[in-house]
């Protein structure tokens, strides 16, 4: 529970964690008893509901109570996957054990990991599929964390490939957070990567065919952009870019647009090749002139779409890039469009400046998201990202004002320049003259 101010804004938690673990923490091993023996109501989803909201909301105050109450749960986990009969309790048992892997896990990672993959090898290896989607997501968790990659790792990678596991909806998001920390650890497995690169942009392919998991695509293209090097994807990058641009032609969802300009500006804003760029040379090569064009047609169309602020900071910073290519350099039209683009990603009228602010305020879910809604058909779990790993796109950029100022101080000039016949870029030149 959160106390708000007089206009509603959330100030904290009412209950104080340090205060409460005592008396939250002596609840658990008798609800796990009494789940554990079948006492009461079978599967009881309010119970396991429970669990997980206390572990939630102690986080590491509960940290060493939740590494052994592993334990039991993995005994009452591989109980159930015997015979799996109530989804909403299923859902409450792997947040629970999400919720206190995500506290554990970075400083005692051997033992989550003894306590867990027992039961997860289980439930892999009897093709639990009403539990798979929630094993996928946890081992990615365990893998982020994790130094020494064990066997069930380097076995397992192959089988995640298996398009039948693709083929069921529910599995997409775990399939696609396990991959993800694959790449993260793309050290570590980059021979296994290099030989399944095809199958892996393979799967891609398939889940943006799916109108219901295309924006699942875009996680996985995504993690590949953030974590991978160049290298391991250069000679697949313009059959890709194809394959985007296809669907693209094809949607005319401003979601996927929306996805699409932001997925391309990541790639454009982690690319360390020389100027062009490789994405802005590879469109030329499909078509000339075919980044203008996308640019008017769609790029900064979407830019004037509500952007959470790393996409915003993705979307500026390629966008600066893109500035710089001479075809859109040497086209005054195309030049000062993405200069006005630029001026409202900024913040830098008061209009844009106040939903800029409101793009960057942190709805957080009350207790980590335990017990609330989940979409049945997906299962994914709210839990399953280190503390601190949620950094977004753009994690090496802490400040987008800066970083942006940077990259366009030397062409601080071309620009004021530009406002001098347009007013609305005024706020442009006094924040490069600034």
Known sequence: MKERN?????????????????????MVDPIL?????MQGIPQNEYLMRCVARIFSFLKQQGAEAGLSTLRPLATILVAMAQNPTNPIFNHNLF??????VKVCVPHRPD????????????????????????TFQILGLLLDATATVKPLYQMLFTRLLSIELWRAQANVPGLIRLTRAYFSKHAMFSQLLDQNMQAILERFQFVL???KTESNAFE?????????????????????????????????????????VVSCSLFIHRDRSAAPGAMVTVLNEMQPGLMINLLSGVWLTVLKMALQLDERKVCTLALVKIMM????????????????AIVSLLGLTPSTTAAVAEQESDDELPDGGAGQEFEVSFSKLRNTDLPGAAAGLAPDVPDLHIAAKAMLQPHAQTMVQLAQNAPELQPLARF???
């Open 111 to 134: 033992d989550v990991e003894a306590a867990l993959l027992p039961a997860f090898e289980q439930i892999l290896e009897k093709n639990v599929t009403d539990f798979l989607p929630y």
């Open 33 to 37: 008893r009494t789940i554990a023996q």
């Open 95 to 100: 947040e629970a054990i999400a919720s206190i």
């Open 325 to 340: 290519a001479d075809e859109v350099r040497q086209n005054p039209q195309a030049l000062g469009g993405c200069a006005v």
């Open 209 to 211: 065919s799916n109108r």
């Open 6 to 26: 007089a206009q509603g804004q959330p100030m904290g938690f009412r209950y104080d964690a340090a205060e409460m673990q005592g008396n939250l923490l002596q």
């Open 220 to 260: 996985l293209v995504n993690a590949m952009y953030l974590h991978l090097p160049f290298e391991l994807y250069q000679k697949y990058f313009k059959v890709l870019v194809t394959v985007l641009l296809t669907r693209l032609q094809s949607s005319k969802s401003p979601k996927f647009q929306k996805d699409f």
């Open 432 to 434: 490069l003259q600034g």
